[in-house]
């Protein structure tokens, strides 16, 4: 049965036509025959074109393919379903399967082959899969096989024939004893390209480098404007002149203002620290090995069970800022940190939903699935929010260092006043830092 992350992801198993039995090999093995009409062979097509890939599983080992670079090979997960050549899109309809095993070995005193006829443990430690193409057109199944161990024939061209078009699927299955052992049968599918890799550590060396720039330019700043206000303070004799406030001491007063929007600060502040727990839980967990690739959609099940479980946290710093603001409108803030970002983020999922529903995708999530996730929001989520907030407005307010001005200090507009350019220009730099890393995520999430 999938977990909660495996339903998210769209990731949902079926068992194929394909067989294989432990150490027999299989070649030119018939799956299946279907004939398909005009419109799915349109859909075909663009699946080909679009670079479709099937993922096979054998022993909850992932099916990879090999993929060549200057510095050697490294694994793909997934098989293309096709090809575009010189125009036409070839279908691949022949699938060589390639099982490695490792023969486990157990001492004489071994409890698990005490009650066992024999000492033969085999564990699955490898799954690669070629995909090739074959046009058998409307052979018997004896010319079918024939023409495959021959490998004979033509590459079948998906047809775009009205009528419709006959299509055969045929693979091989060959075992191979490996010296992997169990425990490290992930670590070759955790290989990356190594081109991609050196393009990786490029990237992360440019983002330290505008990282100690951005560092070194601020310190600067700030060491120049404090300096030269306080070497014209020592050199202040006059005592009417040592009265004036001059540079950073005119706004000291006004500092810990609270801001217009004090709720909406609170609110996302209460969200951004309980991303900061998750997160923090969520690469703990991942050092110590609870979400290892061998659990399929672990870690996007223990993400919603920290959201679920923290988020006490963000009711609590929403409730405790806001009081040290000193605001009225107190449930609106605690309302606002059980349903802003949760909300957002739960409306969009559903309109992605309803869009996978409305093209027919496997990736859909069903009725009750969205049920549950509702289950989770309002009878975890929500008390565990009120319990953080109620500890929050229990607190007693800041303290803090300077006295606030009963008047608001006038502040002439400049340029740097302008709030769309200043986001802009704030934003501009640490997404500089992100944006190739970012890209790597997000095709990892997405291939």
Not at 153 to 170: C, D, E, R, W, Y
Not at 180 to 190: E, F, G, H, P, V
Not at 310 to 339: H, N, P
Not at 421 to 435: N, R
């Amino acid at each position: 049965m999938p977990n909660l992350g495996e339903i998210l992801m769209g990731e949902r198993d079926e068992l194929t036509a394909m067989k294989a039995y432990m150490l027999g090999d299989r070649t030119c093995s018939i799956q299946c025959t279907k004939t398909l009409n005009a419109k799915q062979l349109k859909a075909l097509r663009e699946k080909i074109q679009e670079d479709y890939y099937m993922h096979l599983n054998v022993d909850n080992m992932a099916l990879v393919i090999r993929g060549t670079s200057g510095e050697g090979s490294y694994p793909i997960l997934g098989m293309p379903i096709g090809k575009f050549q010189d125009g036409d899109a070839v279908l691949h309809n022949h699938y060589k399967l390639l099982i490695k095993y490792h023969k486990s070995e157990f001492s004489a005193t071994d409890l698990n082959i005490k009650n066992r006829k024999d000492d033969e443990v085999f564990n699955i430690v490898g799954f690669e899969g070629s995909p090739e193409s074959r046009d058998y057109e409307d052979a018997s199944e004896k010319e079918i096989v024939k023409q495959c161990k021959n490998n004979a024939g033509k590459p079948l061209v998906v047809s775009s024939n009205p009528a419709g078009q006959k299509i055969t699927f045929t693979y091989d299955v060959t075992f191979e004893e490996s010296d992997i052992k169990w425990a490290t049968r992930w670590d070759n599918l955790l290989e990356a390209d190594p081109d991609l890799r050196h393009v990786q550590w490029v990237v992360i060396l440019n983002s330290i480098a505008i990282t100690l720039f951005l560092t070194a330019l601020v310190a600067v700043v700030l060491f120049r404007t404090v300096y030269l206000d306080f070497a014209r303070y020592n050199n202040i004799d006059d005592s009417a002149e040592a009265q004036e406030e001059t540079g950073w001491k005119q706004v000291h007063g006004d500092v810990f203002r609270p801001p217009l929007a004090a709720g909406v600060l609170c609110v996302l502040c209460g969200h951004g620290a309980q991303l900061v727990i998750i997160v923090v839980f969520t690469l703990g967990f991942a050092v110590l090995g609870f979400f290892s690739p061998a659990w399929r959609g672990g870690l996007l099940s223990g993400l919603m069970l920290f959201w679920v479980l923290t988020t006490s946290v963000a009711g609590y710093v929403s409730a405790r800022m806001y009081v040290g603001f000193r605001g009225e409108y107190k449930r609106l803030v605690y309302f606002g940190s059980l349903f802003v970002f949760p909300g957002i983020v739960f409306g969009i999922f559903f309109l992605i939903n309803m869009t996978l529903w409305f093209s027919g995708s496997t990736a859909k999530v069903n009725f009750f699935t969205l049920l549950f996730l509702m289950g989770l929001w309002f009878a975890i989520s929500v008390p565990l929010s009120f319990v953080g907030s109620f500890l929050g407005s229990r607190r007693a307010e800041y303290k803090y260092p300077t006295k606030t001005n009963t008047v608001h200090r006038p502040i002439p507009e400049g340029a740097s006043s302008n709030s769309f350019l200043s986001i802009l220009l704030a934003g501009l730099l640490p997404f500089g830092c992100v944006l190739i890393e970012l890209r790597f995520i997000l095709y990892a999430l997405w291939q």
